[in-house]
Structure formats: C-alpha cells, structure tokens
C-alpha cells in the first residue's frame, strides 16, 4: 500500500477544512487562483487537474485523476459532471497527445526526484505537442534560507528554478515562474490581507521569487 495514498484516503472527508479552512490555506489558496486566473485561457479544451485530491482547483480542469480512492469519491460528489478517475499519475488513464494542459498542485512536494521524473514523462506523454504543465513545489532556497527541517514524505521535496529547469531539460521549456508568499500574510488582521497580499505577490514575482514559500512554474512540451 502507499502510504501518501492511505493518508489522503483518511484525511478525503475533511481535507478542504483542514488544508483550506484555515488562514493559511485561504491565501495559498487566493495567490494560486491568480496566478492559474493568469495562465489559463477560456478556450482550452482538455485541461487535467493531475492528483486533483477534493477538487479544489477543478473548476479550472475539465477531467481529474487522483490515486485516492476516497478522494475521488469526494470529487465526484462535487462535480458529477466533469470526469474523475482514480488512477496513479505514473500510468494515466488518456491517450498520447490527447490533453491540452495539466494542472498539479501540492503533489510533486509529497514526491522524490525519481517518481517526479517519472510522472513528469507520463505527463509529456499525454500532452499534445505545445501543451504544458502548471505544477507548484517548495522553494529550496527559502528552505535553506530558513533552515527547514522536514521529517516523512509530507511536504519534503522542495527545488530551485534552476534544478527544476534541469530535471524538466530533454522534455519541457520553462516558460514561466511565480512566487507564492515571501511574508506571512495570514498572521495580519483579516481586513489588511487582501492588501498585503498584493504586496506580497509582487515582492514575490520582483526580486524575491526564490525566497517565497512555494514556486509555481509553467512548463511547455518540447
Ligand atoms: C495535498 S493533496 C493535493 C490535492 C489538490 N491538488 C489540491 O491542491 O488541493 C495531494 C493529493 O495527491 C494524491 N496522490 C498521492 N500520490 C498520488 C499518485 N501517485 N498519483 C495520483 N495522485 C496521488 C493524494 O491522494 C492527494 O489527493
């Protein structure tokens, strides 16, 4: 069994209040929509939220994959419409060259480097040719900054632009990057955060990209 997958099978029913209830989740949650309210044009036509979890970001895909089962479960819920598939990002479910976009958040982090390598072949496979790969990690830098510790799978991988864009090399062209929270925003007075985290936003996309807590980068296939 993996562990990762157990753990969100336990965590489905709850995860949007645990993860996003919070002040934290909710601006994560505000700077990753601009930023995907930025990258994302109305007329694509097959967008994939890759390990979608609860569906908090399909409104922005057309189809969802996730490896927990309970997950899926809770998605489908949400979004009887939209097509959801439990599946391992390793092997997915679609043709070659049959997806316009994938979308990826909070995975890749949960991830080594060989099982993100590997998911982002099976990505590239899927993609049609000019598609791309949105997807978010910790920042490195920030990390050793900081001197983060992490401990177990959760959250542990984290990557500099410049590793990514070396991993990413033979398959796909770094198009784009972004910063996400450089100050911690969430601890102000709610009134204020809307402000700040403009500010914030623009600290991060300025000077500071590499020292905000996560980078989102676009990806295009080659
Ligand atoms: C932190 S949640 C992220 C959910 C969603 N993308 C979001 O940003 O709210 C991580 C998700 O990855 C899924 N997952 C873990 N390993 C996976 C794998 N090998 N293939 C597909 N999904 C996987 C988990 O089941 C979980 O739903």
Redesign the pocket.
């Known amino acids: 069994m993996?562990p990762?997958?157990n753990y969100?099978d336990d965590l489905a029913t709850n995860y949007d209040e645990n993860?996003f209830g919070n002040s934290y989740g909710q601006f994560i949650d505000r700077q990753e929509r601009q930023i995907l309210n930025r990258l994302l044009k109305d007329n694509e036509e097959r967008i994939l939220?890759?390990?979608?979890?609860?569906g908090?970001?399909l409104n922005y895909a057309t189809c969802g994959?996730?490896?927990?089962n309970e997950?899926v479960q809770v998605t489908k819920k949400k979004f009887p419409a939209k097509e959801i598939l439990l599946?391992?990002?390793?092997n997915l479910p679609f043709p070659e060259q049959s997806v316009d976009t994938i979308i990826?958040?909070?995975?890749f982090m949960?991830l080594d480097t060989e099982k993100i390598q590997t998911i982002l072949k099976e990505c590239h496979r899927v993609l049609k040719s000019g598609g791309r790969i949105i997807f978010d990690i910790p920042s490195k830098k920030r990390r050793q900054m900081l001197k983060y510790k992490t401990s177990g799978w959760h959250g542990a991988t984290s990557f500099t632009l410049a590793e990514l864009e070396r991993m990413n090399a033979g398959l796909y062209v770094q198009r784009r990057s972004y910063g996400i929270m450089v100050f911690p925003i969430h601890r102000f007075p709610a009134g204020i955060r809307k402000l700040l985290g403009k500010l914030d936003s623009f600290i991060a996309n300025w000077f500071l990209k590499e020292y905000s807590s996560y980078l989102v980068v676009e990806c295009v296939k080659k």
């Not at 599946?87 to 390793?90: F, I, M, P, Q």
Request: charged content about 20%; overall charge negative; aromatic content about 12%.
């Open positions: 993996n990762i997958v969100y993860r939220d890759m390990a979608c979890g609860s908090r970001l994959v996730d490896a927990s997950m599946s391992d990002a390793e990826s958040f909070h995975f949960h």
